[in-house]
């Protein structure tokens, strides 16, 4: 029960944040809720210890700090915020969660490029009759929940809880 957990929970929420995020420009809070809750359930369950834990909500506290100003600035959505912060504790501190970050930065980066071209081109895209959501041509603000949720599915594998799992060390 808790391998399906650790396998499930954490790529599930990320795609039901990726899809609200596109469809509706929102995360609801209850998405992160459920990131951050099954992770305090799940992790000592799991097989890691305490120091590997509270290292992990330390990472996590960097995250909201950078997000947390990011937002402050008028940069970042709340939501994005809230999801980046919950999603950070399942990759603990260190390399795992250096190379979630980067792949949420380097995906952020390419998906916004590519935003900002559909909206330069809205006229074109919507007289093709392409299926794109109105919430991508027309939104000021960028998905980023998307790259949050495709970074996190690149970085899976890296996750303590996961990399513990996939290797036989439980």
């Not at 399906?4 to 990320?14: Q, R, Y």
Request: aromatic share 12%; glycine share 12%; with cysteine.
């Amino acid at each position: 029960m808790v391998d399906i957990a650790i396998f499930m929970i954490l790529p599930f929420c990320l795609c039901l944040a990726a899809f609200t995020d596109l469809f509706y420009m929102k995360i609801p809070n209850w998405i992160p809720a459920i990131v951050l809750g099954s992770y305090i359930v799940i992790a000592p369950l799991s097989g890691l210890g305490w120091p590997e834990i509270g290292m992990s909500f330390a990472g996590a506290a960097i995250v909201f700090s950078a997000c947390f100003a990011l937002f402050a600035i008028g940069v970042m959505g709340g939501g994005d915020a809230k999801l980046l912060t919950a999603a950070s504790v399942w990759f603990g501190f260190g390399m795992p969660l250096v190379g979630f970050i980067a792949f949420v930065s380097y995906i952020g980066g390419f998906l916004t490029l590519v935003i900002v071209l559909l909206r330069s081109q809205s006229s074109l895209v919507m007289a093709m009759g392409l299926p794109i959501p109105n919430s991508l041509l027309m939104a000021r603000k960028i998905p980023y929940g998307i790259a949050i949720a495709f970074g996190g599915f690149m970085a899976l594998t890296e996750a303590p809880m996961i990399a513990m799992r996939l290797s036989g060390l439980h």
